[in-house]
């Protein structure tokens, strides 16, 4: 069993910033890709931003340049640090974690940005 725990969600006004983390917890040897994925009601799904456990990252096209992700591969956690905040960012907020053979989804984080 493996388990994602996320925190760091929250209301910020346009502009500001937030950092989101994801601890995996559970049997695991080792973990392929961490990331962040959103998803608004009534909308699949999208791509935020993943990173491999080398370090290499892919970010969705609405957040290049604004969010950055990273990594504690021996704490198995990742962040994901927003900046410059949209109204049009507000969603709910999945951890995943790639493991070898299988696939794993945090319960979701809102963020919520408005004035």
């Known amino acids: 069993q493996v388990q994602l725990v996320e925190s760091g969600g929250g209301l910020v006004q346009p502009g500001g910033s937030l950092r989101l983390s994801c601890t995996a917890s559970g049997t695991i040897f080792s973990i392929n890709r961490m990331g962040w994925y959103r998803q608004a009601p009534g909308k699949e799904r999208e791509l935020v931003a993943t990173?491999?456990?080398?370090?290499?990252?892919n970010y969705g096209d609405s957040v290049k340049g604004r969010f950055t992700i990273s990594r504690e591969n021996a704490k198995n956690t990742v962040f994901l640090q927003m900046n410059s905040l949209k109204p049009e960012d507000t969603d709910v907020y999945y951890c995943n974690a790639r493991l070898q053979y299988s696939n794993h989804w945090g319960q979701g984080t809102q963020v919520t940005v408005s004035s």
């Open positions: 990173i491999t456990s080398d370090g290499s990252t």
